[in-house]
C-alpha cells in the first residue's frame, strides 16, 4: 500500500486529532506534489468539519448553562474559554458596560494584569466602539490602525502585552448593550467570516446569561424582601418564576432534535393558546390550529411596529412577536388571543428561542448542502477522491447490487438553491444526495426512487431539464454515469428546448457533438440538413420531420415507419416523396441519409415523439 493509501487508512480510523496531524507531518516529506495536495485538501475537510461539529457542541453545552446555571461568572469564562479554543485566537475576553466605560470582566490568553483589567472610555479603540453596539470592529494592526480613536496609555497597555489584531463583536439583548466579546492575537491576522460567525454566536449566549444573571437576582432580592412585601410582591415573584419555567420548557423543546412541530406545541402549552410560526416572508411554517387561520390578515401596521422596535404588538384578538438576528428578520410568531402587557415579555421570550431554532436550522441545512457537495463532488471525480468521503452512509450504499442513477438538472433561472432543498427535503429519506456540481445540479439517486425523482421534477411543469443515466452499481462507475448525464442535458441545452429530459445511453454520439457545439456555438449546427422539412411542416401543418424520423429509425422499412405512425403505408410512400421534393432525389443514398438520421436523432431529443 502507497503512503498516501496507507495515511488515507489511517486518517479513516484515526480518533485523535493530535495524533493523526503528527502522522500526517511525519508523512509529508515522503509524498510527491499530487499526494500532498489530496493531503492538505483532507486536512482542510477534516478541520472544517471538527469546527463545525465542536461549534454546535458548544451552543448547546453553553445554551444549557446559560439557562440552568445562577453562576453566571463561571458561564462567562466558560464562553471566552471556548470561543478562544474555536477560533484559535491567542486570547479571548467579554468586556461589561458602565455609564461611559467599558471594563474587561472575564479573559482567557491574558498574560498582563494591566491588560486583564482594562478600562476603556465607550467609543475609543476597538474594545469602545464595539461596547457602543452599533456593528462589529476589527483591526489587523491595533497601534497602527488610524481609523481608531487612541489612548496612550491604553497604546502602552496594549504594546505591553503585544496584540497586534482583535475582533470584537457586541453584546446586545433586546436592543440592550451589555459589553462586547473580542479575541485577540498578537501577529498580524485578518479574521474570516466563519471566525466572526462564531464569535458573534457566542456572543448572543453571552447576552443571555448576563440577562438570566439580571433576573435571578431579581428573584433573590425579592425573596429577601418577601416577609415585608408579602401582598405586593408575590404576583412579580410568580411571574419571575414563570419565566425561568418558559426558558427550561422552551429550552427542552429545542435541545430535542429542534423540530418546530414540536417546538410550537410546547410553546403554545407555556403561552396557553394556539400559535403560528412564519418565516421571514409570512409563509406559515407550522400552525398548531390550522383551521384558526392565524397568518391570514395580519395587521401590516402591528408586524412593521414589532420588526421595528422588537417589542411584541397587539393587534385585534391577536398577538405578534418577531424573531431576529441583528437587522436580519427570521420569522414572526402569531399568538392566537391578545395578550396582557404583562405577560408580552414572555412571547418575546419564545420569539427569541424561535430565531435560536431557525439559526440552528440554517446552520445544520448549511452542513447538509456542503457535505453533500463534498460527496457529489468525490463521487463524480472518483478515484482516490472517493476515500474522503468514504464515511458518509449515502456512499457506503453505493455497492453492487445497489443500483443508482445520476441526474444532471439544468433550472434556468429559476432558484437553484430553492430547488435543491425541495429535492433534498423530498427525496432526503430515500437515500439522494442533491448539490450544485459545476454549472449544473446533480441529484444521485437510489434507482428504485427514480420515479418518485422525476414526479418531484416534474420537468414539464417546472420548464427544467434533465439528463439521466442508466442505473449503475458501484462508486466507480458514477463518474461515468455522471458524463452520460451530462451529455444529455448538453444536448437539450442545444437544442435550445426547455422542459425535457433525455436519456444519456439513448443519444449516443449526438451527446458528444452537442458538447462541442455547446463550448463553441459558432459551430454549424447538424439540424441544418432538416431545415427545409422543418419551414414546410411551420408553414404547412404537416409533419414531415416526424415521418423522416421514423423512416430512419425503423431502418427504411415502409410498413414498420407506418405502424410508428400509425397511418396507412400509403400515406408514408407519399410523404416521402414530398421529403425527396424538399431535400432532392438523393436524400437516401448512404452518406446523405446518415447526416440526415443523425440531424433527426437530435432533432428528436427535444420533442415528445415516438
Known amino acids: 500500500m502507497g503512503t498516501t493509501e496507507s495515511l488515507l487508512a489511517a486518517v479513516m480510523a484515526e480518533e485523535d486529532p493530535a495524533r493523526l496531524e503528527s502522522a500526517i507531518a511525519a508523512a509529508r516529506d515522503s509524498l510527491d506534489e499530487a499526494d500532498a495536495r489530496t493531503l492538505r485538501a483532507l486536512q482542510q475537510r477534516l478541520a472544517q468539519g471538527a469546527r463545525r461539529e465542536e461549534l454546535l457542541r458548544t451552543v448547546s453545552s453553553i445554551a444549557v448553562d446559560v439557562t440552568t446555571r445562577r453562576d453566571v461568572v463561571g458561564v462567562l469564562h ?22 461611559d466605560t467599558t471594563f474587561i470582566r472575564e479573559s482567557d490568553g491574558v498574560r498582563t494584569e494591566e491588560y486583564r483589567t482594562l478600562r476603556m472610555p465607550i467609543g475609543y479603540g476597538v474594545l469602545g466602539r464595539a461596547a457602543t453596539g452599533r456593528a462589529i470592529v476589527t483591526t489587523d494592526d491595533y497601534l497602527e490602525d488610524a481609523a481608531l480613536s487612541h489612548i496612550e496609555e491604553i497604546d502602552d497597555i496594549v504594546r505591553g502585552e503585544g496584540v497586534r489584531s482583535i475582533l470584537a463583536v457586541p453584546m446586545t439583548l433586546r436592543e440592550q448593550v451589555h459589553g462586547a466579546l473580542l479575541i485577540a492575537d498578537r501577529t498580524s491576522r485578518e479574521y474570516p ?57 422552551l429550552l427542552e423543546a429545542l435541545l430535542d432534535g429542534g423540530d418546530l412541530d414540536l417546538f410550537a406545541r410546547r410553546a403554545g402549552e407555556l403561552l396557553g393558546a394556539d ?9 406559515p411554517m407550522v400552525e398548531t390550529d390550522p383551521g384558526a387561520h392565524l397568518a391570514a ?45 404583562r405577560l408580552l415579555p414572555r412571547v418575546q421570550r419564545v420569539a427569541v428561542f424561535f430565531g435560536i431554532l431557525l439559526l440552528l436550522g440554517r446552520a445544520q441545512q448549511d452542513d447538509r448542502r456542503r457535505r453533500d457537495r463534498a460527496v457529489i463532488d468525490a463521487l463524480v471525480r472518483g478515484g482516490r ?37 425541495r429535492l433534498r427535503e423530498g427525496m432526503g429519506h430515500d437515500g439522494a444526495v442533491v448539490a450544485l456540481h459545476g454549472d449544473h445540479l446533480c441529484v444521485l439517486v437510489p434507482d428504485a426512487a427514480s420515479d418518485a425523482l422525476a414526479a418531484l421534477l416534474d420537468v414539464g411543469a417546472s420548464g427544467v431539464n434533465a439528463g439521466w443515466s442508466s442505473p449503475v452499481e458501484g462508486t466507480d462507475r458514477i463518474p461515468a454515469a455522471h458524463r452520460s448525464a451530462e451529455l444529455a442535458l448538453r444536448s437539450l441545452a442545444v437544442l435550445g428546448v426547455r422542459g425535457r429530459s433525455a436519456d ?10 452537442a458538447e462541442a457545439i455547446h463550448r463553441d456555438p ?16 411551420r408553414e404547412h401543418g404537416t409533419e414531415l420531420t416526424r415521418s423522416a424520423w421514423a423512416f430512419a429509425e425503423a431502418g427504411s422499412h415502409v410498413p ?27 436524400w437516401r443514398t448512404p452518406a446523405r441519409f446518415l447526416d440526415l438520421h443523425f440531424a433527426l436523432r437530435m432533432w428528436s431529443l427535444g420533442r415528445e415523439v415516438g
Not at 400559535?275 to 409563509?283: E, I, K, M, P, T
Not at 477522491?385 to 468514504?390: F, K, Q
Not at 414498420?560 to 438523393?586: C, F, K, S, W, Y
Request: charged share 25%.
Open 275 to 283: 400559535l403560528a410560526l412564519l418565516d421571514a416572508s409570512g409563509v
Open 560 to 586: 414498420r415507419t407506418a405502424r410508428m405512425l400509425h397511418v396507412h403505408p400509403n400515406t408514408v410512400r407519399q410523404r416521402l416523396e414530398r421529403i425527396a421534393g424538399l431535400l432532392g432525389e438523393d
Open 193 to 249: 467570516p466563519e471566525t466572526v460567525d462564531i464569535v458573534d454566536t457566542l456572543s448572543r449566549h453571552a447576552s443571555v446569561a448576563l440577562d438570566n444573571a439580571r433576573r435571578f437576582e431579581e428573584v433573590t432580592g425579592a425573596l429577601t424582601s418577601l416577609s415585608a412585601r408579602q401582598d405586593e410582591d408575590e404576583e412579580r415573584m410568580v411571574e419571575l418564576h414563570e419565566i425561568l419555567d418558559l426558558d427550561a420548557g
Open 504 to 513: 444519456g445511453e439513448r443519444i449516443g454520439m449526438v451527446g458528444l457533438l
Open 297 to 341: 390578515g395580519l395587521d401590516a401596521e402591528a408586524l412593521r411596529a414589532a420588526r421595528g422596535t422588537g417589542v411584541p404588538a397587539v393587534s385585534g384578538g391577536t398577538t405578534l412577536a418577531c424573531a431576529s438576528s441583528g437587522s436580519e428578520h427570521l420569522g414572526t410568531l402569531v399568538v392566537g388571543r391578545a395578550l396582557a402587557p
Open 78 to 99: 466558560e464562553i471566552v474559554r471556548r470561543t478562544r479554543l474555536l477560533t484559535g485566537a491567542d486570547m479571548a475576553y467579554i468586556a461589561l458596560n458602565t455609564a
Open 385 to 421: 477522491e472517493v476515500d474522503t468521503v468514504r464515511g458518509d452512509a449515502r456512499v457506503r450504499a453505493v455497492r453492487p447490487g445497489a443500483a443508482v442513477r445520476m441526474v444532471a438538472i439544468d433550472a434556468f433561472d429559476a432558484d437553484v438553491g430553492s430547488l435543491a432543498d
Open 522 to 537: 459558432t459551430l454549424p449546427s447538424p439540424l441544418a440538413v432538416i431545415g427545409p422539412l422543418e419551414d414546410y411542416d
